[in-house]
């Protein structure tokens, strides 16, 4: 069934391809710690040269031989200083990897602790968004997009348009639920507090990411324009104008 015919097929449809050539990564029999502490450990100021990084793939039997998954690769490499950027690498082994969740929380949220303060500033998280995204609704679609036959692709083209329209917004969007009621900075513990909300839980899977996206922002474009009805005809204020107002609870459920 094509991507066109039906948004709750497509999903299923496109993440069903995804997950099947993302698993020829190999990144589930990897420990997210594991890779984390290696690729720190073999780098120089969170940059890795070809030689580290092919020695971390031996260890990891990451098959960096196959074309397509070196051309996956190439995605955390820059061309320019001719290294690979650890912290996106890192970033890739906690979202892929295995591990609890609360240890995958903590080497988040070091990862992206660059200057070691024991906090993030509004530019870290959106550095950490930034690479949480682009792994999301880039490089993994694209790997999909390139290792399968072309008729089964088009369906993750599709998807992944989507995916790319929004993904600025998501962004922003999640930004500023991280720094809900908090100033210019968070702590750890801060940080890992706001992971008890299912829908932050959502970054640390690309697959739920990439699901749930469109619907977290359309509930936010319902709330939006509830309130610009409110404003503009206060008089019609009703439940059903109410619901709408609300429309972003899900933000506010937990997980036990």
């Known amino acids: 069934m094509g991507c066109s015919e039906s948004i709750k097929v497509n999903k299923t449809y496109c993440e ?15 420990k997210a710690i594991d890779f984390d502490r290696l690729t720190h450990r073999n780098s120089y100021n969170l940059l890795m040269s070809n030689t580290q990084f092919l020695f971390v793939c031996k260890q990891f039997s990451i098959s960096i031989n196959d074309p397509n998954v070196n051309s996956f690769f190439m995605n955390f490499y820059s061309k320019s200083n001719f290294y690979y950027s ?16 609360k ?25 950490m968004l930034e690479d949480i ?23 993750i083209v599709f998807y992944q348009s989507e ?3 929004i993904k600025f917004s998501l962004i922003h969007y999640y930004h500023d ?14 940080f890992c507090k706001k992971f008890e909300s299912k829908e932050i839980l959502y970054l640390l899977s690309p697959e739920s990411l990439r699901i749930y996206s469109k619907e977290i922002l359309l509930n936010i474009q319902n709330a939006v324009k509830a309130v610009k009805i409110y404003i503009e005809h206060p008089e019609m204020l009703s439940s059903s104008i109410m619901t709408k107002l609300s429309a972003q609870s899900s933000k506010h459920e937990y997980i036990s």
């Open 133 to 155: 995204c682009k792994i999301s609704f880039q490089y993994l679609p694209n790997f999909a997009i390139k290792s399968i036959n072309s008729s089964e692709s088009e369906h």
């Open 16 to 30: 069903i391809l995804i997950a099947k050539e993302v698993s020829y990564l190999k990144f589930e029999g990897i």
């Open 177 to 190: 639920l991280l720094f809900e009621d908090l100033s210019d900075e968070i702590t750890k513990d801060q």
């Open 86 to 101: 650890v912290r996106e690498l890192s970033a890739l082994g906690i979202l892929l990897g295995s591990g609890r969740i």
């Open 163 to 165: 995916l790319k329209s």
């Open 103 to 127: 240890e995958k929380i903590n080497l988040l949220f070091e990862n992206y602790d660059l200057d070691s303060s024991k906090s993030l500033t509004k530019k870290e998280i959106l550095v």
